[in-house]
């Protein structure tokens, strides 16, 4: 067991956590909210968020330990979607092997109706729950760094502790370990699940059981008949396909759900929008080119990033949002926040 080492002091009326060796000092902010400390503490990025509430884990999700966690999903995808255990040994962590048999096919057709009801494209929802969105670490809990973590903590931030029955619906949920922490930390909340890999779906539908959470609705259709306070996609909205090949389109697919969010409500996202120029070429379900509001962008070759982000944005605020994240944003009344891995986090 870690020793604590940072305790609350007091000095001239200001309130510090104080290192006990080091006698270095982290200074309160915003209500207790913040710790900040060093020559960058006025940047959000900067700060160290004091949670309300613990964030989920293993433990408090399923009654067990990173190893445990591990034999629950073998379990799963054994049983239940039919792998043998040495697949599932082999593919469960970062990069899966069994994955190599789906890019030719894929980089040929761009056929997201294929794709999406292959049962191996269900380890790829896999590695990108636990190493991509949750990044879920040995000792149990999702990296500070992960999109999660930074959802979790801006819909505190945000004020969803305080709703009464807060909605949130997380889009292209895969095999929805972003759902159930969701549902974890704001057991006030309703969260819609919704996906389309059938395989993930079993996995999401086997982990919520042993998880006993209740207060998860899993969406039967695209649509959700709700009024919305809030909606999340992580790793989503990139994987939308129009009627042209290779060319995606989170718009108009995604204008169902902005259009069921309530006047002052949030969108939260976090996407690789580049992962599809990475030199490996073993990304699934991305287009190599994009269309938001009938225009057209493509990445240039001699440029790092594609523009996808600011394009998508751009959208959003035609659409009435305002970003909420950042130091220049609207930020929550006076404490302005932002995450090292994002989520990017709108108002409505
Ligand atoms: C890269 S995964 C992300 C999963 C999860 N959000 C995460 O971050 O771990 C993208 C997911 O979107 C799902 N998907 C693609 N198109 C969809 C659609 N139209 N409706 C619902 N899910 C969709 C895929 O099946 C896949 O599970």
């Known amino acids: 067991m870690s020793v604590q080492k940072w305790f609350d002091v007091t000095i001239k009326g200001v309130d510090y956590k104080q290192h006990t060796d080091t006698k270095a000092l982290r200074r309160y902010d915003s209500n207790k909210k913040y710790l900040l400390h060093g020559p960058k ?7 160290i968020m004091i949670n309300n509430k613990p964030i989920p884990n293993y433990n408090s999700l399923f009654n067990t330990d990173y190893d445990g966690f591990i034999k629950i999903l073998e379990n799963i995808y054994v049983n239940d979607l039919g792998f043998t255990q040495d697949q599932f040994l082999k593919n469960y962590k970062k990069n899966p092997p069994i994955l190599e048999s789906l890019y030719p096919q894929w980089y040929k057709t761009r056929d997201c109706g294929w794709l999406y009801n292959t049962k191996e494209y269900s380890l790829e929802t896999l590695n990108c729950s636990l190493y991509v969105t949750c990044q879920l670490e040995k000792s149990g809990i999702p990296s500070k760094f992960s999109s999660l973590i930074g959802a979790l903590n801006s819909l505190e931030l ?14 292209c949920s895969g095999m929805g370990i972003s759902s159930l922490m969701i549902a974890k930390r704001f ?14 779906k079993k ?4 982990l919520l059981k042993i998880s006993g959470i209740k207060n998860i609705v899993v969406l039967k259709s695209e649509e959700v008949d709700e009024d919305l306070d809030c909606v999340v996609g992580f790793e989503a909205v ?13 718009y108009p697919w995604l204008d169902k759900f902005l259009n069921q969010i309530k006047e ?20 699934l379900g991305h287009f190599e080119e994009y269309e938001f509001d009938n225009v057209s962008y493509k990445k240039d070759p001699n440029k790092k990033n594609a523009p996808f982000h600011k394009a998508f944005e751009k959208s959003l605020f035609r659409r009435g949002y305002q970003r909420v994240d950042g130091a220049q944003s609207l930020g929550n009344g006076k404490v302005k926040f932002s ?9 409505k």
């Open 41 to 47: 503490a006025t940047d959000p990025i900067f700060r």
């Open 158 to 171: 945000l004020g969803y502790d305080q709703k009464e029955n807060p909605k949130i619906l997380d889009l």
């Open 187 to 200: 057991p006030n909340a309703t969260v819609y699940y919704n996906e389309l890999n059938p395989s993930s």
């Open 203 to 206: 996995v999401f539908k086997e």
């Open 238 to 250: 990139e994987h939308i396909p129009t009627s042209k090949f290779n060319v995606g389109s989170p």
């Open 264 to 283: 002052g409500g949030h969108f939260i996202y976090k996407t690789m929008w580049n992962s599809e120029f990475n030199d490996k070429h073993d990304t």
């Open 339 to 347: 995450f090292r891995s994002g989520p990017y986090v709108y108002q």
